[in-house]
Every structure is written in structure tokens, then in C-alpha cells.
């Protein structure tokens, strides 16, 4: 039985609300579950045949198959499962369980806060978003629209005055569609991308673990905070994805990419609209005043407004303040 | 992906350095102290959790046995791989999978050496403990993610934010005098092996070089104002610990092209290195060691990757292929380091997340403790 699944739903330890570990009497972590659980489970899910009986057939959904499933009665999770239960009673039986675990809140509403806003959560955010997964507030648990209207509109995720460990780095498929996105471009579906993001080892839908492109236990290991993303950001992708933005900002963007900068192009002559605009971009407007006049002293030394246009637009993307979402 | 990987190693390999970039790289402490005090680790590590038990074989008749009654359809030899029989220092009859062929010749010149079972442990632990619960274990033994992190850290929880072979290079530091090449440096993407308290971990592809395309411009003063504010972006301090971790990885690759572009390899290497992902790693690895006269490096770690050994299943072809590969690279570096005169200063070593269990489940096994690892070089 492969002792993966249930990790990705509940974690390794006992959470409390706010995504702390609860402690025993002697201050260490509490397991969530033990290898006796992971038997059961696997008794649980005993019965499951690939379609039509046929080996290794991927072309629909298993089947279930009552006389390969054993019938005694599983206790996990602090759950029990009936003796003589069907294939499918006990895997309903089980993947609620599973549900309804006090960790699942606490655990989905780490991760996605992660994924989405910040890598390094206060408590306090962690245990708001885990409270709607909770109880939306009219008493559904697990209501995934509330879950991530509560993550986006939290004071933490609109706080324009960013605390010093705010922001979550962009993985290099997010920093570069969202590049082509902010200035009002496309991306055929049909790209022939796909390639030069697997040279930053995020070759998409192809991760190499379970854990997808990098580990969610990831530390940044300059700062020590969570990191997740910067587990596939070293010089060398940093320089891999600072060339991918030169080929969409230069004259030869890749085929499948559609960008038009002529409406920066248009105020170029002008450095401080120039500038507004490329902030307004990229940064939402909050670009520091010394970046602000460092690129208005490159963007000066350029011969024409293409050029102007391009060296705006390339400082930015390379600013860690564009790397970072914050 | 590899298709530039020699023409851009080729590239730093023609450049040639200036006298003022030598003192600024270390040359002249490199040349005081000379570099017959080099050493290197090299740190291959088998992501997913390799298979060991399927690695080494015992062969003396009950340990084959009982071997045999608990693989079951996994025990070797099966259709995927042969065995190549060696024997231990005391005489003890062992065998190793064929896919490890091409280094098998080392184990008879005492180049090779198997340690058995490595792994995470908080204390001395029996088995009816660990069964009964009743001593303390590693945090969250069998996870891959975990126990990635403890191995590469180098304690049972993981904890510390740093690899060991990072501090490691934190301790030796000063030997490499005045240096400002990285002293641990990945191939495989960023690595926490490589990070300690003071050094930071440095990451390389093979072969691939580290300019940014966009900063030329015309006239060369159009250019230098490119520059000039580049530095100063990268630099600016926002008080944000994240942006100021990426602006700090773009400025290391600013610096570490600047290095890699002033330094001098000499005569490239005559030994072929696989075309294999763990190959080139490999290839890169020798290459840097090449430089270390202009490095001015005296302690260099190293670490390479390669994934694909957790096998749930499938594994008898597949782990075979993946030790064939290991295996190759693994030759033809400790070749290298022959070429170059230092095959006794070079120690290279397998890590992986965990050993798997000895029983098979379907046509592979699940995540275990310990593992054997490999430890090759000369004395």
C-alpha cells in the first residue's frame, strides 16, 4: 500500500486551527495517524479493478469489485467503518473520514494561502481562512468559493503597507504568463513554450514528485523563511527567466506570444510617464523612488524610444520587487 | 534542453583570464599555497528512494535465502538483472546488479566501498521499540519530502535550514584563503545540502552560461547605464526579506558568470562523460574541479541528482536502467579525476530520501529506513 495519499489531505502532525502543531505532554508533535492506520486504510480501499478487468486499462475509472474487498469492519482516523460494507461503501465511508479531520481545514487553508498570497502566513490569517473551511458561515464545511473569497480578502492579503516577510516568489510559468497578462498580451494555446519552462524545471504538467515542482516545506535558505518557490530558483533559472523576459520585451518574441508596447512606446519620450506606466504595470503603482530614478538614468542613456520602452520594462522585470508578489 | 551544454562549456574553456582578474579570483593564493591540498566531495543523490536491497546482494547461501523468501518476485537475479559476483575484506561472498557494471571492475581495486545501512536515527533503537513505540524515532520516517530534507540536512527532524555539506564548507572556509567561488555548488537546482551559515548554496546547469541577453545596447554608454541601474535595482533595500532574497540570486549569477567567463581550464578533458542528465552533472563537476587553480578553491562539495527511484512499481527494468546510468557517470568521473592527477582527492558518495522495504509490494516496494550507500575514490 503506498503510504503517500492521505499526506496531501492532512499532514504529518496534528494541527491546531491556526496551522501550529499540537504538542503532547512532552512538547513533540502528534502524529496524525500510525502504520496501523495505513492498514486499515489499505483494507478500506481493497476491491478497486481496473475497468472491465482488463490490467493496466487507464481508459476509465476503476471499478469496484466486491468479492476482492475485504468485509471486516476498519477503524481509522478515528473513525469506524462497518463490517460487510461494499467496495464503495467503504471508500465513501473513508473519504469522508478524511473530510471531515480537524486537519483538513487548517492544512488545505496553509497550502493554498501559500499558493496564493504569502509564504509565511501570521497565525492569525491561517486561522481566519481555516474557520471558513470550517463553517462558511452557514454551517457548510469545505466550501472552496468562501475558502478562497476569505484567503483573497483578508486585511493580511490587502495590507499595502507589506510587513518585512510579506509576498510569495513567483514560480517561473506565474512570473512569465502574468508578465504577457499585465501588459495586455496572448499566449496561443498551442505554444511551443512548454520547453523553455522545463529548462527552469517547471516543465508543465510534468512534475517530478507527488509534491509537484517544489516541496511546500521549502525555506528559503538566504532569509530561512518559507520559500517553497525558491526551491527552483537559483542564479542559474534566475538568468534562464530573466532571457525569457528579454525574448517577449526584445523585437523577437517568441511566435506564439502576441505583446504590443506601443502604447509605452507612445509615451517613451516622456521619462516619468515612461515610468508610471511600466509601474502601473507591473507594480501596481508601488515602485520605491530610488528604483524609480535608477531606471530613469538607464532609460536617459537610450537612443530611441524603443529602446527606452524596452530597458523600462526589462530593470522592472528583473527587480526582485516583480520577482516577489507582495 | 542539453543541446548548448558543451559549446557554452567550450566557450568558458577559450576564455582566457587577464592578470587582474587571477588576483581578484584567488590565483595568487591558489599559486602560494599550490593545489596539491585540494580535496572534493561529490555528493550523487538518488531521489525517490533507491532500492539498496536490490543493489547489493548477499550471496553467502542462508542470507541468500532468506533474502529470497521475503523479495519474492523482486529477488535477483530475474529477467531484468544479472548479478556480478564480488566479495567483502573478510571474505564474505556478495553480488552486485549488473547495472553497475561499469564500475563493478572498481570494487576489486579497492575504489569502492558499500556502507550499509545509513539512515536517520534520534537514538539507538530495537526493533520491539520501534514496534512498541516505546523510543523515539525520526520525525516523519517513510515521507519523502521529510526525510529529503533531513539527509541533506544531516539530523533526524530536518530542523536548522542548512545541509551539512554546507556547513562543512562554513568550517573550512578559510582554506579556500580569499577565494570568492562558491564552495558548494549544486547541479541539480538549488539544494540544501549545499546552503550553511555563512556560504551560500550555489546552483549550476551543465554547461549553460549565465549572461543576461538584454543588457547590450548601442553606443557602449547606453549599455553601461543598463548596468549601472541594474546593480542598483538589485541592490536597493525594500525591507522585504523575500525580494531581497531574489534580487540576491540575480546578483549571483551576475557574479558567477563574471567568474566562470575570467577563468582559464587549460587543455579540455579527453574523457567522455555519458550524455546521460546525471552524466552531464557529472562532466560539470570535473570541469570546476578543472578550474581550481583559478578558482583558487582548496574545499569544494558538490552535489548531483537523479530522480526516478521511487518505485512503487515496475522496478526491476527501471531501477536497473537508473544504476546503469549512475554507474556510468560514476566511471567516468572517477576517470576524470585520474586524467587529472587528483583521483585521491576526490570522494564521491550516494544519498537517497530512504532504503525501501525488503517485501515487495506488487512489482515494486514502499518507502523504508535505511539504505546501503556507495562511497568511492582512492587512497
Known sequence: ?326 | MKNTTRRNFLRYGSAFATAAGFSRFGLMNAFAQGTSDYKALVCVFLFGGNDSHNMLVPQSQAAFNAYKSIRGSLALLDGSAKLLPISASDGTPYALNDGLTSIAPLWGQNKLAAVANVGMLVQPITRQQCVGGTATVPTNLFSHADQVIAMQAGNPNGSGGTGWAGRVSDAVQSMNGSSTFPPAVSMAGSALFCAGNVVQSASLIPGFDLTLNGMTAWPDSAAAAKTQALQEVLTFDTGLALVLSADKVRQDAITLNGLLKNLNAGAPLSTQFPQTDIGQQLQQVAQIIQLRASTGMSRQVFFCSLGGFDTHSGQSWGQWDLLRQVSDGMLALSQATTEMGIADRVTTFTESDFGRTLQPSGSGTDHGWAAIIWCWGER
Open chain 1, 1 to 326: 500500500m503506498n503510504i503517500s495519499p492521505a499526506r496531501a489531505c492532512i499532514g504529518l502532525n496534528m494541527l491546531n486551527l491556526d496551522g501550529s502543531q499540537k504538542l503532547d505532554a512532552h512538547g513533540n508533535p502528534i502524529p496524525t495517524y500510525d502504520q496501523a492506520t495505513v492498514h486499515q486504510v489499505a483494507l478500506a480501499l481493497t476491491g478497486w479493478i481496473y475497468k472491465n478487468n482488463a490490467w493496466e486499462d487507464f481508459t476509465g475509472p476503476l471499478q469496484p469489485n466486491d468479492a476482492n474487498h475485504d468485509m471486516t469492519q476498519k477503524t481509522l482516523l478515528g473513525c469506524t467503518l462497518p463490517a460487510n460494507q461494499t467496495t464503495v461503501q467503504d471508500m465513501n465511508g473513508y473519504l469522508d473520514c478524511l473530510f471531515n479531520h480537524p486537519n483538513v481545514g487548517p492544512f488545505i487553508s496553509t497550502r493554498l494561502i501559500r499558493s496564493m498570497v504569502t509564504s509565511n502566513p501570521s497565525a492569525g490569517y491561517i486561522r481566519r481562512v481555516a474557520s471558513i473551511f470550517n463553517n462558511n458561515g452557514s454551517g457548510a464545511r469545505g466550501d472552496l468559493r468562501a475558502v478562497i473569497t476569505a484567503i483573497l480578502t483578508d486585511p493580511e492579503a490587502r495590507n499595502d503597507a507589506a510587513p518585512p516577510a510579506s509576498g510569495r516568489l513567483r514560480d517561473s510559468i506565474y512570473n512569465l504568463v502574468s508578465f504577457v497578462r499585465q501588459l495586455g498580451g496572448s499566449i496561443t494555446p498551442d505554444n511551443g513554450l512548454p520547453y523553455l519552462f522545463a529548462q527552469m524545471g517547471q516543465d508543465p504538467l510534468t512534475p517530478p514528485s507527488v509534491f509537484s515542482f517544489y516541496s511546500p516545506l521549502y525555506h528559503d535558505p538566504k532569509s530561512k523563511l518559507f520559500g517553497p518557490e525558491f526551491q527552483i530558483y537559483t542564479p542559474t533559472e534566475s538568468v534562464l527567466r530573466a532571457n525569457f523576459f528579454w525574448e517577449f520585451i526584445s523585437n523577437n518574441p517568441p511566435t506564439d506570444v502576441t505583446l504590443d508596447f506601443s502604447s509605452f512606446v507612445a509615451v517613451a519620450g516622456n521619462i516619468p510617464q515612461l515610468i508610471d506606466a511600466v509601474d502601473q504595470a507591473l507594480l501596481y503603482g508601488r515602485m520605491p523612488q530610488p528604483v524609480r530614478q535608477s531606471l530613469a538614468n538607464a532609460i536617459a542613456a537610450q537612443q530611441d524610444n524603443a529602446s527606452r520602452t524596452q530597458t523600462a520594462l526589462y530593470l522592472t522585470a528583473l527587480s526582485g520587487l516583480y520577482a516577489v508578489q507582495y
